[in-house]
């Protein structure tokens, strides 16, 4: 479904089978136009750590076919891998910002603590000028872009030991 501006804020997330937050759409191939996917969420000031007991392609946080998400302030620790993990370009206008990540990829050794992808475009209603006129467009797309919204990563602290 379609939800807008839900926060997961000030939770402590310990020992959980899998990925602790995930945040998940859905789109039609790559026409990410209409509204199945979480918009403008919020992942704030939490303590997550020891996750990921059952599964091994786990994260603090994972997203995939999600817009505008916010992921700032929390603290995330020994995992199996990645503690962030971004699965797509969908849409953008992320911000991930102010946390602090140590101890991942203990068990799986294939990246780092923080792993995104941008495997393919989707066509998004982001606002984005992708150069091509709302005419050469499929009827209904006029404003609709392949190029996702810039995204921002800052001031955050990340460390790593074992194979990350």
Not at 5 to 20: K, M
Not at 113 to 123: A, E, T, V
Request: proline share 5%.
């Amino acid at each position: 479904g379609h939800v807008v501006r839900s926060a997961v804020r000030g939770n402590e997330f310990v020992h959980t089978g899998d990925s602790a937050i995930v945040s998940l759409g859905t789109a039609d191939g790559v026409d990410g136009t209409a509204p199945t996917f979480p918009d403008g969420t919020v992942v704030a000031g939490n303590h997550i750590h020891e996750y990921g007991v059952y599964g091994k392609q786990t994260s603090c946080y994972m997203q995939a076919l999600t817009a505008r998400s916010t992921v700032s302030s929390n603290v995330c620790y020994n995992g199996p891998r990645a503690g962030l993990n971004y699965n797509d370009g969908f849409f953008g206008g992320y911000d991930v910002s102010h946390n602090l990540l140590f101890n991942h990829v203990r068990e799986t050794a294939d990246h780092g603590p923080f792993n995104s992808w941008d495997r393919q475009p989707y066509l998004t209603d982001n606002g984005v000028r992708d150069g091509f006129p709302p005419r050469a467009k499929p009827p209904g797309l006029g404003h609709a872009s392949l190029i996702a919204r810039q995204s921002h990563v800052h001031h955050n602290f990340i460390i790593n030991g074992y194979s990350g």
